[in-house]
């Protein structure tokens, strides 16, 4: 019989996405069975091929609304700490319109456990925010588990915040012991991991004793589906120059609209003046006469949603503005593609900063260096623009040497191939 592996995953992208190399790892690799328990909200990012069974008895859930509120409630002001400040003054307001984070149904919870009995599931691998349920479930059931977690960001608080931090726990204080570097309740180290590339860590080496497996390679081959987009991005009626690509990604619940009504077109004519051409992920464009002028030239395209790992792997994309969720980031850094930093909240601050330091933006640029935050885009106008181009220009001309050596050490580090041996090692395949 099979081992069968069950993944219970649910939430937001960030916190769904990297399941699916670890799943088909497990599947090609360790002959494993995967299954996942998911909420209905997220079959839709399901790849083909990663499970042999997906589950949506866990049923519909509100995590996906009560993330999004609170992503725009801590993209206030411009730093982490601005962003809890004001989580302090919202939260409430903010969970009376969502209502308290329900990740499963107690009938979903119920069927979970049953499942567990069966005597072909040998593991339990949950996503370590949303899914902590499941660990008190596999305990209960006597089975082996891991949790794995996306977000770095307690100890990157630690490392690099020496401001009061407001958190759900009520207080606002300093983040920075033990228990604050380690949110998961006292739990053995063993019980959980972190998932962040090495060259992310910089100070921030404290976790708690809690392995850090590095990033996880997707598991799309990389080819673009869509051929009008290829087309494009392919350029092959345009001189050689002319076929660079920036890309602008925030995220799939982007907070970019809240900083000023001209932020969109600043961002994309600020990139346009550094990069014959932008691919942007986003809804619609602004009706700006400049913007549609640059559309009908087919200097820019607008997609809601971009297939970001295939994009970034395309030779003509060359630059990649992105508000450095972890996701994003380690995609960027493993298809090797140069990153314009520009975060919202929480860790995508500290993963901002050290990605400016390691492609040596500071250094190129002297004394006259300021890296893309809201702040201008919030002011916007000219000078907005001008400060997005003089950014893009940096990303373009990250070294070669540097950005393709950050893509060695990534792909070295194998974090989903270590994942899944660490999972076989205890399932003793």
Request: a negative charge.
């Amino acid at each position: 019989m099979a081992s069968t592996v069950l993944f219970v995953f649910h939430a937001d992208r960030g916190h769904f996405n990297f399941c699916l190399p670890l799943a088909r790892k497990l599947r090609e690799s360790h002959a494993c069975r995967c299954e996942l328990w998911t909420n209905t909200n997220c079959v839709q990012w399901v790849s083909p091929g990663c499970f042999d069974v997906v589950r949506t008895d866990l049923g519909e859930t509100n995590v996906h609304a009560v993330v999004g509120a609170y992503k725009f409630a801590a993209s206030s002001g411009d730093s982490d700490a601005d962003g809890s400040r004001h989580l302090k003054a919202v939260a409430g307001e903010m969970f009376a319109k969502t209502g308290p984070p329900a990740p499963a149904s107690e009938d979903g919870m119920a069927s979970f456990k049953q499942r567990l009995a069966d005597p072909d599931v040998t593991f339990v691998v949950f996503e370590g925010q949303w899914g902590r349920w499941a660990r008190d479930v596999a305990l209960e059931c006597g089975k082996n588990f891991l949790g794995l977690m996306p977000s770095y960001r307690e100890p990157f608080r630690a490392a690099y915040c020496f401001e009061p931090l407001f958190n759900f726990d009520g207080e606002e204080r300093i983040r920075n012991t033990k228990a604050d570097i380690d949110n998961f309740h006292g739990w053995p180290e063993e019980d959980t991991s972190y998932i962040i590339a090495n060259c992310l860590v910089g100070n921030a080496t404290d976790s708690a004793g809690r392995r850090r497996f590095g990033a996880f390679l997707p598991c799309s081959d990389a080819v673009l589906q869509d051929q009008s987009l290829r087309d494009w991005l392919d350029g092959d009626t345009l001189p050689e120059r002319d076929r660079v690509v920036t890309v602008i990604s925030l995220g799939s619940q982007s907070a970019l609209t809240t900083l000023s009504a001209s932020v969109e077109a600043d961002l994309v004519k600020g990139s346009l003046e550094a990069s014959p051409r932008v691919l942007i992920a986003s809804k619609a464009l602004p009706d700006d006469p400049a913007l549609k002028a640059f559309t009908d030239a087919d200097k820019v395209r607008c997609m809601e949603y971009l297939p970001l790992w295939d994009v970034l792997n395309h030779a003509n994309v060359q630059c990649f503005v992105s508000h450095c969720g972890a996701n994003s980031a380690h995609e960027a850094l493993l298809a090797g593609t140069a990153v314009v930093p520009l975060p919202f909240f929480d860790d995508q601050f500290y993963i901002a900063e050290r990605l400016e330091e390691l492609y040596g933006y500071a250094a190129a640029s002297g004394d006259d260096y300021r890296p893309l935050r809201k702040a201008e885009l919030r002011r916007g106008g000219p000078d907005a623009v001008t400060h997005v181009a003089s950014a893009v220009r940096l990303g373009l001309a990250a070294p070669n040497n540097i950005v393709q050596s950050l893509q060695q050490e990534a792909l070295q580090e194998d974090g989903v191939g270590k994942a899944a041996e660490a999972i076989a090692s205890k399932i003793n395949l």
